[in-house]
């Protein structure tokens, strides 16, 4: 069934998810603070709005993509809220924390609104491909609200529990995927100095008990795995620094929770040392030029 919905946040994930609703054959009402994303959403189909709450006025569901927790606050509380219409849902798909999704969502509840907080994994093709995986949080209704819309974009939707689940669901992920590249990263540049190749390293522990998806979708050195980014010089992918920020997410979580996570703590420490050292834009998995000795 065809709904009108307002997207705001178009940049590299955002503008493929919203093309894809357009595909879906949605009426998407596109806002971003960006005019040359805002001008690539209009070429895949949407409608330009002038503001946030311009697009939000008149839509049956408004989908955020936004950098962090103050943004989804500002543009909700001050922007979507004041505009959109009684039982309008909202679906923010952006990667923030835990307590400001679940602030934002009692807020849209109190206001008479359903809102789920639905972040994303799978990157940038994922958003292009309409091949997301989407950790969704909120009630049994809003979730069976907003499937249909997720499934416009991606190819997996999981009720993850409650307002705030799908934030902590990704931020776990995420925490456990960074930790893990560190770990592959390490165990390739010890191969190498004890006198294995790569691709026999490979061959061997992405058959043996050492096997991760790291390791076996997305290998940090050229060669064995064709489609990761180490083969083309660490170029797109997911950037280091959204690693950093998902890292910094998760170690703030557990302080907050009391829950130690010293494998956690140390990655975030290494990947806030490459970005510093210039790896902010090259994917994650670049980290092992750092270990290396190599400049990022």
């Given at each position: ?27 998407v ?46 543009v ?11 039982g ?31 972040p994303?994994?799978g ?64 165990a ?61 997410l998760a ?46």
């Open positions: 069934m065809m709904s009108r919905i307002a997207f705001i946040g178009l940049g590299n994930m955002g503008g493929g998810m919203a093309a894809n609703l357009v595909k879906a054959g949605h009426e009402f596109a806002f971003d603070l960006s005019d040359a994303a805002l001008a690539r959403a209009v070429e895949a189909g949407c409608v330009a709005a002038g503001s946030a709450a311009e697009a939000a006025k008149g839509a049956d569901a408004v989908v955020t993509m936004l950098p962090a927790g103050q943004h989804v606050a500002a909700y509380g001050e922007q979507v809220m004041p505009a959109a219409g009684a309008t849902l909202f679906l923010d798909c952006s990667t923030i924390d835990v307590e400001t999704a679940r602030t934002v969502s009692a807020q849209a509840v109190e206001a008479g609104f359903e809102m789920v907080d639905a994303v994994s990157g940038i093709a994922a958003a292009n491909g309409g091949t997301l995986t989407f950790m969704v949080g909120g009630s049994a209704e809003g979730f069976a609200r907003a499937a249909p819309i997720l499934q416009a974009m991606g190819k997996v939707v999981v009720h993850a529990g409650g307002a705030g689940a799908g934030q902590a669901a990704k931020i776990c992920n995420n925490m456990l995927l960074g930790a893990s590249m560190i770990a592959t990263a390490e390739f540049v010890l191969a190498r100095k004890l006198g294995l190749e790569a691709q026999t390293f490979f061959d061997i522990s992405s058959k043996a008990s050492g096997q991760c998806w790291s390791m076996t979708s997305y290998c940090p050195v050229p060669g064995p795995v064709p489609a990761s980014p180490a083969n083309r010089d660490y170029e797109g992918g997911f950037a280091s620094a959204l690693m950093l920020k998902d890292l910094k170690v703030e979580a557990a302080q907050a929770a009391g829950a130690p996570v010293p494998m956690a703590t140390q990655a975030e420490a290494l990947y806030q040392m490459f970005v510093g050292l210039g790896g902010a834009g090259r994917d994650f998995s670049a980290i092992i030029t750092m270990l290396e000795g190599r400049s990022a």
